[in-house]
């Protein structure tokens, strides 16, 4: 059985110092407080939204139940579409197909991805000669912090604007106020020239038809559809958890995690099933116009078929990443991601165990999580975490499980 002292003893420090950090008592305060009154409000608006979940609940159920069959089709409209699709069995794979798509000595633009982080995407592309930039402004705050994010959705949520204002500063050698509308501009103003002038943008996907191949991706800030609309290359680099059956499936599974996010509705849904198209010459379907004259679309396993077999833990692969678990979870609000690995909270726990640093890194984690329920209230797709906290213990306890 592995000897889990020194990860405990590491993680328990790490833990202890961001419960005494007061910028992130702070940061999460504010947040939460902004997360439970919008949703609340946003609920109320939209009173179909519970019932549309519970929806949705059976067709992530059906959905994980076949994902070999919706991969297979999946892959096959993707190349019905002029794009061309891989299968990637585990992390390894994932970055050495995304390598050699890309080659090295190019300019990247990447949207936000949790799988991305999974991977170390970016770093992973930087150690082989090429320059990749975060999109996302939380991501491109860690970026220029080296840190890890910490929240799923909100990565920097635990970086106050005061301190945002003290890297802005530094980095573009210049004076930027505490004003977040300002720290925005700045940002702005930096990364419009990269998107024109990048190889390749990278971006993951909220949730894949398997039907028609189209990518669903939600977002507020406009960065990914610069990012896979402007260069000539888009790589969708994509779970294979997140596949549905049909397009209308994927359009309900969209309006609920937007929703449980914070959002009536997000700034942008973009639909992409393929490389930039036109058909105005003589009715002749020419492929390369304003957009990407190359579409890849990876579908990631590392794990996640594991999960999907294991009748007490395949529940976790319905997660829509809204994020919203992490704002009820008491140990998330007094240390934020600290609480996690790659992936946060108690559903991260899970995540970890199987598809990201595996038992070595989930056992302490396994210990912090209080079991308390929280999360399952707040969650859309009611995903049972203390019951798989408890499977886990479990396991530690007894050495059932594959070192």
Known sequence: MTDFRKDFVKYAKSLNEASEDKNIRTAISRAVSSYRNTVSETLERFPHTPALAEE?????????ASLDTLLEQAMASVE??????????DHQAALEIALGIIGKGKTVVKGKSMLGEELHLREYLEENGNEVWETDLGEFILQLRKERPMHILSPSIHVPREQVAEVFTKFFKKEVSPDIAEEVKVVREFLREKYFTSDVGISGANVVAADTGAMVIIENEGNVRLATGAPPVHIVMVGVEKLVPTFQDAMKVAEVTWRYA??????????????????????????????????????VDNGRKEMA???????????????????????????????????MGGIGTVWTAFVSGGMEKAA????????????VERCPMSINVPAMIGELRERIVYGTYED
């Open 56 to 64: 949705v609940q059976e067709i992530k159920t059906r959905s994980m």
């Open 262 to 299: 914070q959002y009536g509705v997000p700034g942008y849904v973009n639909i992409v099933s393929g490389p930039s198209k036109t058909g105005d010459i003589e009715k002749v379907t020419t492929y390369g116009a304003h957009g990407p004259k190359e579409f890849y679309v990876i579908f």
């Open 364 to 375: 302490p984690l396994v210990y912090s999580c209080l079991r308390c329920g929280r999360c």
């Open 80 to 89: 019905r579409n002029k794009g061309k699709a891989f299968y990637a069995k």
């Open 309 to 343: 077999q294991e009748e007490k833990f395949t529940q976790a692969l319905h997660c829509l990443r809204c994020g919203g678990c992490m704002y009820e979870c008491p140990v998330f609000q007094v240390t934020a991601g600290h609480f996690g690995h790659t992936y």
